[in-house]
């Protein structure tokens, strides 16, 4: 039993895509000692309320965890404050937490990985959070389980409270950060389109929480953990999701979900060319292939 870690599922309107996302969890034999809680974000309209109500019907049908705790907002928030409010609970009730979206399908060992992982690093500061995604790279005659990285993945992660408790969300924080000199340079370092995303969330083009994680990781020079082969895909891109559209470029290759227990790095050990496998997604020939595909899927579809 795991009193200090709660599993939190971050949903709104995708029934079906939940579905499967809870499923796969709950083939993660921990999930039947682990509470759970939902945050479900209230319909934006008319048009999402079905969609809301189908979801919410849905875990209220659900058993198989120790607990299900439930945190409907009657009102829409929107993506970035639901997300807020989510952590700020789970900072003030547990120590640890892992995160799935009702777009993640995990594999079996989902969970052993990341429980794993929250215990061999706990008390190494430096650590900000350990993802469950990868994309697919060659780690050619690597020893390790896990790879030490500087860019957050929200494909599925955990943490520690007394960690995520610092990060920043506010529009004028991120402005701050945006005019300190050397910053863009530093945060563009783990990928081109970061900086982009912090002028869309200043802007008001979108409302995410993904990219202020990335902003207190690269402020603060902090790591974090990735496993070599992913526990995890997405299933979000489709016009009924919010800020995933166009192509599937999160397609990776899966863990078979048997492995139990995992040989991880000490988290100053960092591998140059892994690092270079690890950024090639998000290097400039990787970002404008996909605008081009996703202009073509926009205009035809």
């Known amino acids: ?45 008319a048009n999402d309320f079905e969609g809301v109500m189908d979801t919410r019907k849905y875990i209220d049908s659900l058993t198989g965890f120790r607990s299900i705790q439930k945190k409907y907002h009657e009102k829409n928030v929107s993506t970035g404050p639901n997300f807020k409010q989510g952590i700020t609970w ?19 060992n989902y969970i052993s990985y990341l429980l794993s992982g929250l215990e061999f690093y706990k008390n190494d500061p430096s650590v900000f959070c350990i993802t469950g995604f990868c994309f697919p790279i060659n780690v050619r005659d690597y020893e390790f389980d896990s790879i030490v990285h500087k860019r957050f993945c929200s494909y599925g992660w955990a943490s520690w409270s007394n960690r995520v408790k610092n990060v920043h969300f506010e529009k004028e924080y991120l402005e701050e950060c945006m005019r300190t000199p050397g910053f863009i340079f530093n945060l563009n370092s783990e990928g081109k389109d970061l900086s982009r995303m912090v002028s869309k969330q200043i802007k008001g083009v979108i409302s995410t929480w993904d990219i202020q994680m990335q ?14 082969i992913s526990k995890g895909h997405n299933i979000g891109f489709d016009k009924e999701s919010t800020n995933t559209f166009g192509l599937d470029y999160l397609k990776t290759t899966l863990d078979d979900g048997y492995q139990r227990t995992f040989n991880f790095c000490l988290a100053n050990y960092e591998v140059p060319y892994l690092q270079r496998e690890l950024r090639k997604p998000y290097s400039l020939p990787s970002l404008a292939s996909r605008k081009i595909i996703n202009t073509v899927i926009k205009l035809t579809s």
């Open 1 to 45: 039993m795991d009193d200090k870690t709660i599993i939190a599922v971050f949903c709104y309107k995708r029934a079906v895509k939940l579905k499967r996302s809870v499923e796969a969890l709950l083939h993660n034999p921990e999930c039947a000692n682990m509470d759970v809680v939902f945050f479900c974000d209230g319909p934006k309209g």
């Open 215 to 228: 902003v207190h990781v690269a402020v603060n020079n902090l790591k974090v953990i990735y496993p070599i």
């Open 90 to 108: 789970l900072c003030e009730n547990y120590e640890r937490f892992i995160v799935v979206e009702d777009d993640l399908v995990v594999t079996p």
